[in-house]
């Protein structure tokens, strides 16, 4: 999926050695620490090393990811449009300055946004549990009809 490879050609800095992946997603080998698998993983701003994909939605990817500075799982949501979009892109910070003004026990928290290169960006607080997609489905399929 090319708009997947690249939103994250941009995220791969931690090192100018790179290697490719099957998907064509540049990975970054960190010199700190080369023997490690995890060092393979594309990193965003040099502090949040992305380590799965969970979702994709009409206005961007989430991502898992470990915030290396705090040592702590946050998801990222990659902007999926061009950085060119300006009406997006105001759209999307907008939301994370919103949502970041939330204090609520179900609104996920806000920690970081910007924009790396072309990459726009939101850091928020990493909620485990089921796909909200998926528990819409069960719910419907469990309906009577």
């Known amino acids: 999926m090319r708009e997947q490879g690249d939103a994250l050609e941009t995220l791969a800095s931690r ?9 064509g997603v540049d990975r970054g080998t960190s010199t700190a620490k080369k023997n490690s698998s995890a060092d393979d993983r594309p990193f965003l701003v040099d502090r949040y090393q ?5 979702g994709r939605g009409g206005f961007g990817e989430v991502w898992q990811a470990t915030d290396v500075s ?18 997006r892109a105001r759209r999307f910070l907008t939301e994370g300055r919103a949502a970041a003004r939330l204090g ?3 609104i996920a928290a806000v920690y970081d946004s910007g924009q790396v290169k072309q990459q726009y960006y939101l850091a928020v607080e990493l909620i485990n549990g089921q796909d909200l ?12 009809n």
């Open 104 to 106: 609520h026990p179900n």
């Open 15 to 23: 090192s100018s050695d790179t290697n490719k992946d099957d998907d």
């Open 50 to 54: 992305l380590t799965k994909r969970l």
């Open 70 to 87: 705090l040592d702590r799982q946050v998801a990222i949501k990659l902007a999926i449009f061009p950085a060119s979009d300006q009406k």
């Open 133 to 144: 997609d998926k528990v819409i489905r069960q719910h419907v399929n469990k309906s009577p």
